[in-house]
């Protein structure tokens, strides 16, 4: 029969969010370099194309910042009244903006000439965006219609006024670039039709709308307003899957990181807050100095810019490892099945995610005290735990718990000198007062002082480190009776309270 490895016991861990991996990751955006707008920060959007510049919309500009130097290199203020939503066209190319007396303009990013200017709203036009089709724009405006724009000849297509106020969200699908969603003022998310010109759907958010995104799959549609952000099923008719309330004051901003799998989201309440899109919990939580009115997230995850009430634009930004540059270039090199390449690429290639490998079981190594235990050697064993594991106590603990069991503790612990015995007693001193130890522990420590007695008082060290361990002891049953006390007293307390409150 084959030897069993000693079995370490595993205790339960207490969660701790701080020092998580989606933690750690979200950490290394360090270095915050902020920036002093003229007013209000209301738009930030990233370039779909590398370098991924940024487009910031504040007053009366829309400014390109670079993604490298962090500096303008861009400014385009060709508005006559505040600015709003300056978006970049998929291939980065062109931006189009709209302003407070409801004109669009579409710019030219390399030489800032307007291209293309768009009249039709008549009041503030906070929401302009590109089509997928590169042919049309969408816009929404303070005067509660929704505009598709031809850009060629310069006209709307399209026309939906079903809104009953303000309409400050907009967005485009990825996957269809004839369907449009809107939110409003007046608390709806509404599904648009290039080819129908009533609303397809119409979802109720329960408070003014201020932020929508859609999933590049077209399937569902996330939208923020208030302190509350939902997310919409459209393919089972508008259906709310999961409402989101972990913000204290309205949500104003959100966006997507680049593989789709994080939420970012923005709020008044100062906070930028990181969901899971698996289950929609929160990950991870930036606290800025003002309130949020914008977020953005770089394609490539390694800028995260925020614009604040304030005029602030603060940008931090990840350092790539040489680990995550390596799998990406081998992601862009991915070899494809059937290829002449593929077939010729080595044993040393390594599998894929979606390759087929075969099973096999390697042959367990045991442990240089698992190899003492096997043979016997019970002394041996513990000297060589209490030597290469005396800071990992469960190890320690798991190898005397199996002495215990053998019936081998008294064997592994008889016939030490003063030196031999130090190591066990240094153990118990430092870990007999923790609650998962105790009992096992106590045992241990009757046993030494059984097979120790007798000889108590030859050796200046050992009786220091027994008289250690004795004051440990004293210590910590006071210690519990004292916290049983104050226990008492808080019981006696709240008993009295709570009989105040009743006869009231």
């Not at 004839?178 to 939110?183: A, E, F, K, Q, T």
């Not at 593929?342 to 075969?358: E, H, I, L, P």
């Not at 045991?366 to 016997?376: A, E, G, P, R, T």
């Not at 106590?442 to 108590?456: L, N, P």
């Amino acid at each position: 029969m084959e030897y069993q490895r000693t079995i370490v016991k595993k205790y339960p861990k207490l969660a701790n969010t701080k020092n998580t991996a989606e933690a750690k990751y979200w950490k290394r955006f360090k270095s915050p370099i902020v920036i002093k707008e003229y007013a209000s920060v209301t738009s930030i959007f990233f370039s779909p194309v590398a370098p991924y510049d940024f487009a910031v919309t504040s007053s009366t500009r829309v400014q390109v910042y670079s993604s490298k130097t962090h500096q303008p290199k861009k400014t385009i203020s060709r508005f006559k009244d505040i600015a709003y939503s300056g978006n970049f066209r998929q291939d980065g190319k062109l931006i189009v903006a709209g302003d407070a007396t409801g004109l669009i303009q579409m710019f030219d990013v390399g030489s800032r000439a307007i291209l293309r200017s768009f009249k039709g709203h008549v009041l503030p036009t906070q929401v302009t965006q590109f089509s997928t089709n590169k042919s049309n724009i969408l816009s929404a405006s303070d005067d509660k219609t929704v505009r598709i724009w031809d850009i060629p000849s310069g006209e709307s297509v399209n026309v939906f006024e079903e809104h009953e106020d303000y309409v400050r969200a907009g967005v485009v699908s990825q996957d269809n670039p004839n369907l449009y969603v809107s939110g409003s003022y007046d608390q709806t998310v509404k599904l648009w039709d290039m080819r129908q010109s009533d609303s397809v759907m119409t979802m109720n958010h329960g408070a003014p709308v201020e932020s929508l995104l859609i999933y590049p799959n077209g399937g569902a549609v996330i939208s923020s307003g208030g302190p509350v952000v939902k997310v919409w099923d459209l393919l089972s008719g508008g259906r709310c899957m999961h409402t989101l309330g972990n913000h204290q004051k309205t949500v104003t901003s959100m966006c997507f990181d680049g593989s789709t799998s994080r939420l970012i989201t923005g709020s008044l309440d100062q906070h930028v807050k990181i969901y899971d899109v698996q289950d929609y919990k929160v990950v991870h939580s930036v606290k800025y100095p003002a309130p949020i009115l914008s977020v953005g997230l770089s394609p490539d995850d390694t800028h995260l810019a925020a614009g604040m009430a304030n005029g602030l634009l603060s940008i931090r930004q990840r350092q790539l490892k040489a680990s995550e540059k390596a799998l990406k270039k081998q992601t862009q090199d991915y070899i494809r099945g059937g290829t002449y390449k593929y077939f010729m690429r080595g044993q040393s290639n390594t599998a894929a995610k979606d390759d087929f490998v075969v099973e096999y079981t390697k042959r367990q190594r045991l442990s240089k005290y698992d190899q003492y235990m096997k043979v016997f050697q019970y002394a041996n064993a513990l000297d060589e735990v209490l030597r290469t594991n005396i800071h990992n106590p469960m190890i320690v603990t798991a190898v005397l718990q199996e002495l215990i069991h053998r019936d081998g503790l008294k064997q592994a612990i008889t016939g030490r000198d003063d030196v031999s015995l130090e190591p066990l007693l240094r153990f118990l001193i430092r870990n007999i007062h923790q609650p998962r130890f105790t009992n096992l522990l106590v045992d241990v420590s009757e046993a030494v002082i059984d097979c120790y007695t007798r000889v108590f008082g030859q050796s200046p060290l050992i009786d220091d480190l027994i008289s250690r361990l004795t004051y440990k002891v004293k210590h910590e049953i006071q210690l519990q009776k004292d916290l049983i006390e104050t226990m008492a007293t808080l019981d006696m307390l709240f008993t009295k309270s709570g009989s105040a409150i009743f006869n009231k």
